[in-house]
Protein backbone atom coordinates (compact mmCIF):
# COMPACT_ATOMS: atom_id res chain seq x y z
CA UNK A 1 0.00 0.00 0.00
CA UNK A 2 1.18 3.49 -0.83
CA UNK A 3 3.21 5.46 1.69
CA UNK A 4 1.28 8.83 0.54
CA UNK A 5 -1.98 9.93 1.76
CA UNK A 6 -4.65 11.28 -0.66
CA UNK A 7 -5.14 14.09 1.61
CA UNK A 8 -1.69 14.88 1.17
CA UNK A 9 -2.00 13.83 -2.72
CA UNK A 10 -4.76 16.21 -3.14
CA UNK A 11 -2.93 19.23 -0.96
CA UNK A 12 -0.27 18.43 -3.73
CA UNK A 13 -2.61 19.24 -6.66
CA UNK A 14 -4.11 21.58 -4.98
CA UNK A 15 -1.29 24.23 -4.59
CA UNK A 16 0.38 23.58 -7.97
CA UNK A 17 2.97 21.10 -8.28
CA UNK A 18 3.40 22.56 -11.84
CA UNK A 19 5.79 25.71 -12.27
CA UNK A 20 4.02 29.11 -12.58
CA UNK A 21 3.13 30.14 -16.31
CA UNK A 22 3.77 26.58 -17.05
CA UNK A 23 1.10 24.53 -19.30
CA UNK A 24 1.11 21.18 -18.59
CA UNK A 25 -1.05 18.37 -19.79
CA UNK A 26 -2.27 14.70 -18.96
CA UNK A 27 -3.42 12.75 -21.69
CA UNK A 28 -5.03 9.91 -20.58
CA UNK A 29 -6.51 6.76 -22.35
CA UNK A 30 -9.78 4.92 -20.90
CA UNK A 31 -10.38 1.10 -21.46
CA UNK A 32 -7.06 -0.16 -21.28
CA UNK A 33 -8.15 -4.19 -21.52
CA UNK A 34 -11.59 -4.02 -22.62
CA UNK A 35 -10.62 -5.41 -26.00
CA UNK A 36 -7.71 -7.17 -27.54
CA UNK A 37 -7.34 -4.13 -30.28
CA UNK A 38 -7.44 -1.84 -26.81
CA UNK A 39 -3.56 -3.63 -26.32
CA UNK A 40 -2.17 -2.39 -29.40
CA UNK A 41 -3.81 1.07 -29.32
CA UNK A 42 -2.41 1.64 -26.42
CA UNK A 43 1.03 0.19 -26.83
CA UNK A 44 1.56 2.31 -30.02
CA UNK A 45 0.17 5.29 -28.50
CA UNK A 46 2.62 5.25 -25.45
CA UNK A 47 5.76 4.52 -27.74
CA UNK A 48 5.02 6.64 -30.77
CA UNK A 49 2.39 8.82 -29.42
CA UNK A 50 1.50 11.60 -26.64
CA UNK A 51 -0.37 8.97 -24.56
CA UNK A 52 0.64 9.59 -20.77
CA UNK A 53 -1.49 7.29 -18.44
CA UNK A 54 -3.29 4.10 -19.02
CA UNK A 55 -6.85 3.24 -17.66
CA UNK A 56 -6.95 -0.32 -16.49
CA UNK A 57 -10.42 -2.33 -17.00
CA UNK A 58 -10.32 -5.05 -14.44
CA UNK A 59 -13.63 -6.86 -15.08
CA UNK A 60 -13.02 -6.81 -18.99
CA UNK A 61 -11.52 -9.67 -20.53
CA UNK A 62 -8.56 -8.55 -21.88
CA UNK A 63 -7.26 -7.05 -18.46
CA UNK A 64 -4.77 -10.01 -17.51
CA UNK A 65 -3.25 -9.25 -20.79
CA UNK A 66 -3.35 -5.76 -20.01
CA UNK A 67 -1.89 -6.14 -16.74
CA UNK A 68 1.06 -8.69 -18.49
CA UNK A 69 2.11 -5.69 -20.99
CA UNK A 70 1.81 -2.99 -18.00
CA UNK A 71 4.28 -5.01 -16.50
CA UNK A 72 6.62 -5.13 -19.48
CA UNK A 73 6.21 -1.27 -19.58
CA UNK A 74 7.08 -0.10 -16.28
CA UNK A 75 7.73 3.21 -16.86
CA UNK A 76 3.82 3.72 -18.02
CA UNK A 77 1.93 5.36 -15.95
CA UNK A 78 -1.01 2.75 -15.01
CA UNK A 79 -4.03 3.62 -13.29
CA UNK A 80 -7.51 1.78 -12.50
CA UNK A 81 -10.57 2.18 -14.43
CA UNK A 82 -13.43 1.81 -11.67
CA UNK A 83 -16.15 -0.12 -13.40
CA UNK A 84 -19.53 -0.74 -12.81
CA UNK A 85 -21.24 -0.34 -16.04
CA UNK A 86 -21.30 -3.04 -19.36
CA UNK A 87 -22.27 -0.55 -22.48
CA UNK A 88 -22.69 -2.98 -25.19
CA UNK A 89 -24.75 -4.72 -26.91
CA UNK A 90 -23.87 -8.63 -26.54
CA UNK A 91 -20.71 -7.64 -25.05
CA UNK A 92 -21.34 -8.19 -21.73
CA UNK A 93 -18.94 -8.26 -18.47
CA UNK A 94 -19.72 -9.70 -14.77
CA UNK A 95 -18.19 -8.37 -11.44
CA UNK A 96 -15.22 -9.37 -10.21
CA UNK A 97 -16.90 -10.76 -6.97
CA UNK A 98 -19.38 -13.50 -7.64
CA UNK A 99 -22.20 -11.65 -8.54
CA UNK A 100 -24.56 -13.53 -5.67
CA UNK A 101 -22.39 -11.23 -2.97
CA UNK A 102 -23.41 -8.24 -5.18
CA UNK A 103 -26.93 -8.46 -6.66
CA UNK A 104 -27.81 -5.00 -6.84
CA UNK A 105 -25.49 -3.46 -8.62
CA UNK A 106 -26.25 -6.65 -11.47
CA UNK A 107 -28.87 -8.20 -13.75
CA UNK A 108 -30.95 -11.31 -12.58
CA UNK A 109 -28.31 -13.12 -14.89
CA UNK A 110 -24.72 -11.72 -13.07
CA UNK A 111 -24.16 -9.22 -15.61
CA UNK A 112 -23.37 -5.58 -15.27
CA UNK A 113 -25.96 -3.09 -16.17
CA UNK A 114 -25.76 -1.02 -19.56
CA UNK A 115 -25.90 2.35 -18.57
CA UNK A 116 -26.18 4.53 -15.24
CA UNK A 117 -29.77 4.74 -15.24
CA UNK A 118 -30.26 1.21 -15.36
CA UNK A 119 -28.32 0.77 -12.72
CA UNK A 120 -29.87 4.00 -10.30
CA UNK A 121 -33.15 2.04 -11.13
CA UNK A 122 -31.83 -0.79 -9.26
CA UNK A 123 -30.89 0.97 -6.20
CA UNK A 124 -27.59 -0.31 -5.83
CA UNK A 125 -26.54 -0.73 -2.45
CA UNK A 126 -23.33 1.31 -1.44
CA UNK A 127 -21.50 -1.17 0.47
CA UNK A 128 -21.87 -3.08 -2.83
CA UNK A 129 -20.23 -0.79 -5.06
CA UNK A 130 -17.61 -0.30 -2.53
CA UNK A 131 -16.75 -4.12 -2.05
CA UNK A 132 -16.60 -4.51 -5.71
CA UNK A 133 -14.38 -1.19 -6.45
CA UNK A 134 -12.01 -2.71 -3.58
CA UNK A 135 -11.82 -6.37 -5.49
CA UNK A 136 -10.87 -4.52 -8.89
CA UNK A 137 -8.54 -2.59 -7.06
CA UNK A 138 -6.94 -5.09 -5.31
CA UNK A 139 -6.73 -8.01 -8.23
CA UNK A 140 -5.17 -5.60 -10.39
CA UNK A 141 -2.42 -5.71 -7.48
CA UNK A 142 -2.39 -8.99 -7.08
CA UNK A 143 -1.16 -9.06 -10.53
CA UNK A 144 1.72 -7.16 -9.96
CA UNK A 145 0.13 -3.72 -11.72
CA UNK A 146 1.44 -0.78 -10.20
CA UNK A 147 -1.35 1.45 -9.73
CA UNK A 148 -0.78 5.38 -9.99
CA UNK A 149 -4.32 6.41 -9.63
CA UNK A 150 -8.26 5.84 -10.00
CA UNK A 151 -11.22 7.46 -11.87
CA UNK A 152 -14.37 6.11 -12.71
CA UNK A 153 -15.68 4.17 -16.07
CA UNK A 154 -18.29 5.60 -17.83
CA UNK A 155 -19.71 8.38 -15.68
CA UNK A 156 -18.15 10.21 -12.17
CA UNK A 157 -21.90 8.88 -10.42
CA UNK A 158 -21.72 11.76 -8.03
CA UNK A 159 -25.30 12.47 -7.82
CA UNK A 160 -26.02 9.10 -6.69
CA UNK A 161 -26.29 9.36 -2.26
CA UNK A 162 -22.62 8.02 -0.94
CA UNK A 163 -21.28 7.51 -4.25
CA UNK A 164 -18.94 10.35 -4.12
CA UNK A 165 -17.70 9.22 -0.48
CA UNK A 166 -16.41 5.71 -0.95
CA UNK A 167 -14.51 7.43 -3.83
CA UNK A 168 -12.59 9.18 -1.60
CA UNK A 169 -12.34 6.41 0.89
CA UNK A 170 -10.53 4.00 -1.44
CA UNK A 171 -8.78 6.91 -2.54
CA UNK A 172 -7.37 8.12 0.75
CA UNK A 173 -7.11 3.46 2.09
CA UNK A 174 -4.64 2.98 -1.82
CA UNK A 175 -3.31 6.45 -1.43
CA UNK A 176 -4.55 7.12 -5.59
CA UNK A 177 -5.09 10.21 -6.51
CA UNK A 178 -8.43 10.43 -8.59
CA UNK A 179 -7.74 11.89 -11.81
CA UNK A 180 -10.36 14.74 -12.67
CA UNK A 181 -11.12 15.02 -9.33
CA UNK A 182 -7.82 16.78 -8.70
CA UNK A 183 -8.32 20.09 -9.53
CA UNK A 184 -7.18 19.44 -13.49
CA UNK A 185 -8.81 21.49 -15.57
CA UNK A 186 -10.35 19.27 -18.64
CA UNK A 187 -10.00 19.86 -22.09
CA UNK A 188 -13.04 18.75 -24.64
CA UNK A 189 -12.22 15.31 -25.70
CA UNK A 190 -12.76 14.16 -28.77
CA UNK A 191 -14.38 11.21 -28.52
CA UNK A 192 -18.16 12.21 -30.34
CA UNK A 193 -16.36 14.01 -32.63
CA UNK A 194 -17.51 12.97 -36.15
CA UNK A 195 -14.95 10.90 -38.47
CA UNK A 196 -12.89 12.89 -39.87
CA UNK A 197 -12.54 16.08 -38.21
CA UNK A 198 -10.98 14.74 -34.59
CA UNK A 199 -7.65 15.83 -35.61
CA UNK A 200 -8.79 19.51 -36.53
CA UNK A 201 -10.74 19.90 -33.25
CA UNK A 202 -7.86 18.36 -31.37
CA UNK A 203 -5.43 20.84 -32.55
CA UNK A 204 -8.18 23.57 -31.71
CA UNK A 205 -8.39 22.46 -28.67
CA UNK A 206 -5.07 22.35 -27.95
CA UNK A 207 -4.13 25.79 -29.31
CA UNK A 208 -6.84 27.23 -26.68
CA UNK A 209 -4.71 25.75 -23.80
CA UNK A 210 -3.49 27.98 -21.17
CA UNK A 211 -1.14 27.77 -18.09
CA UNK A 212 -1.95 25.18 -15.66
CA UNK A 213 -2.90 22.09 -14.99
CA UNK A 214 -5.26 20.14 -18.04
CA UNK A 215 -6.46 16.69 -18.56
CA UNK A 216 -7.44 15.15 -21.82
CA UNK A 217 -9.32 11.84 -22.31
CA UNK A 218 -8.74 9.43 -25.32
CA UNK A 219 -10.07 5.71 -25.57
CA UNK A 220 -7.64 4.49 -28.14
CA UNK A 221 -8.19 1.80 -30.20
CA UNK A 222 -7.56 0.14 -33.61
CA UNK A 223 -9.48 -0.43 -37.04
CA UNK A 224 -10.93 -3.75 -36.60
CA UNK A 225 -13.81 -6.52 -36.69
CA UNK A 226 -13.61 -6.46 -32.78
CA UNK A 227 -13.42 -3.14 -32.62
CA UNK A 228 -16.23 -2.31 -35.18
CA UNK A 229 -18.75 -4.88 -33.53
CA UNK A 230 -18.95 -2.46 -30.33
CA UNK A 231 -22.37 -0.51 -30.30
CA UNK A 232 -23.52 1.17 -27.67
CA UNK A 233 -26.55 0.72 -26.10
CA UNK A 234 -27.35 3.99 -25.06
CA UNK A 235 -27.03 5.73 -28.38
CA UNK A 236 -27.62 9.56 -27.46
CA UNK A 237 -24.43 8.71 -25.01
CA UNK A 238 -22.88 7.79 -28.63
CA UNK A 239 -23.53 10.03 -31.73
CA UNK A 240 -21.26 8.30 -33.91
CA UNK A 241 -22.79 5.83 -36.82
CA UNK A 242 -22.73 2.38 -36.13
CA UNK A 243 -19.94 0.80 -33.88
CA UNK A 244 -17.12 2.84 -32.26
CA UNK A 245 -13.93 1.00 -33.84
CA UNK A 246 -13.32 3.43 -36.26
CA UNK A 247 -13.84 6.54 -34.12
CA UNK A 248 -11.48 5.10 -31.33
CA UNK A 249 -8.76 4.21 -34.12
CA UNK A 250 -9.28 7.38 -35.68
CA UNK A 251 -8.19 9.20 -31.25
CA UNK A 252 -5.44 6.83 -31.67
CA UNK A 253 -4.79 8.34 -34.83
CA UNK A 254 -4.68 11.69 -32.96
CA UNK A 255 -2.16 10.38 -30.38
CA UNK A 256 0.20 9.54 -32.75
CA UNK A 257 -0.55 12.50 -35.54
CA UNK A 258 3.20 14.04 -36.12
CA UNK A 259 0.64 17.47 -36.25
CA UNK A 260 -0.33 16.72 -32.94
CA UNK A 261 3.04 16.30 -31.58
CA UNK A 262 4.40 19.26 -32.95
CA UNK A 263 2.10 21.23 -31.79
CA UNK A 264 2.67 20.36 -28.40
CA UNK A 265 6.62 21.22 -28.65
CA UNK A 266 5.33 24.66 -30.84
CA UNK A 267 3.13 25.32 -27.77
CA UNK A 268 5.84 24.82 -25.01
CA UNK A 269 3.13 22.36 -23.70
CA UNK A 270 4.74 19.96 -21.12
CA UNK A 271 3.33 15.95 -21.47
CA UNK A 272 2.72 14.46 -17.61
CA UNK A 273 1.24 12.12 -15.42
CA UNK A 274 0.64 11.45 -11.82
CA UNK A 275 3.44 9.53 -11.35
CA UNK A 276 5.59 12.43 -12.20
CA UNK A 277 3.54 14.83 -10.73
CA UNK A 278 4.22 13.18 -7.42
CA UNK A 279 7.79 13.04 -7.95
CA UNK A 280 7.80 16.75 -7.70
Not at 44 to 63: H, N, R, Y
Not at 238 to 267: C, N, Q
Request: net charge neutral.
Amino acid sequence: MRLLSAVFIAFLFQCGVTNAGETSLIVRGDDFGMTQGSLVAFEKAFKEGILTCASLQVPAPWFEAAADLAKKNSTWCVGIHLTLIGEWYGYRWRPVLPWSKVKSIVDEDGFFLRYPEELWEKKPRIEEMESEFRAQILLAIKKGVDLQYMDIHYTDYTEYPGFEMVVRKLSREFGLPVSGWMEEKRLRSVFSVPLGQKKEVASKNLEQLTPGLWLWVFHPGINSPEQRALVHVKKEDFTGVGGVGLHRAEETDVLTSPEIKSLITKKRIQLTNYKELLRK
